[in-house]
């Protein structure tokens, strides 16, 4: 069936170093998938996608590997600051486009 | 430019009662996508209507409805409430049926 989990349910970082939050998923057939950050009291914000045609995408601070090999997904966020903690979702968008499925998340805590 | 606007922000119902929450999308979209968000979980789907027209439904029972307007607003209603459907329930717009999700801050329903 189709699911998208997450490695680790936290993470805690030292700011100014780099976080990597992983994430599997099972349905071979997405072909998008995307990353979210919520922090609390709001919804979930976007953050990058991917296609399945690439492996690597980056953004501001951010990059997004995907190894479909193996069905994985990372975030990396370079020199994380305090404004980074929140809850990170990976998400897949199935075939047809018009469901996403989110993973459980990853709570991330930015250590001053 | 108007976000996603959910209302009401936080409500309170008993159980057996009905409850209607509405979602506004950001102009020029003409999806939406409705997500239930329990405590420590990932959001789960529950509908996408995209030019009025339901376009995907997830595992939720028929307690569940819901419908897009004209103007592409468009309401949830739970009937028969459970202890269970206590959530933050969250709209998503986007511009098309697929890609990027644009998520308001969603409707805190408690059940009690």
């Known amino acids: 069936g189709e699911s998208v989990g997450l490695h680790l349910p936290t993470l805690s970082v030292q700011e100014g170093d780099n976080s990597i939050i992983n994430c599997a998923y099972s349905n071979s057939a997405s072909d998008y998938f995307i990353w979210y950050k919520q922090e609390s009291g709001k919804g979930p914000q976007f953050i990058i996608d991917?296609?399945?045609?690439?492996d690597k995408r980056q953004g501001q601070r951010v990059t997004v590997l995907l190894n479909k090999t193996v069905k994985h997904l990372s975030l990396q966020i370079a020199a994380t600051q305090p404004g980074d903690s929140a809850v990170y979702f990976c998400?897949?968008?199935?075939?047809?486009?018009?469901?996403?499925?989110f993973g459980a998340g990853t709570r991330l805590f930015v250590k001053a | 430019d108007a976000g996603v606007t959910q209302s009401p922000t936080h409500l309170i119902k008993t159980r057996g009662q009905q409850v209607t929450l509405r979602c506004s999308p950001i102009?020029?979209?003409?999806?939406v996508s409705w997500y239930q968000q329990v405590l420590g979980q990932g959001p789960q789907f529950i509908f996408q209507?995209?030019?009025?027209?339901?376009?995907g439904r997830g595992n939720f029972p028929d307690r569940f409805s819901a419908r897009q307007f004209p103007n592409y607003s468009s309401e949830l209603n739970v009937n028969a409430l459970l202890l269970g459907d206590s959530a933050l329930y969250l709209c998503?717009?986007?511009?098309?049926?697929?890609?990027?999700?644009?998520f308001g801050e969603g409707s805190r329903l408690t059940v009690l």
């Open positions: 998503a717009s986007s511009l098309g049926q697929h890609g990027e999700l644009f």
């Open positions: 209507y995209y030019e009025k027209e339901e376009r």
């Open positions: 998400a897949e968008n199935t075939g047809g486009g018009f469901k996403t499925i």
């Open positions: 991917i296609r399945s045609n690439m």
């Open positions: 102009s020029g979209h003409k999806s």
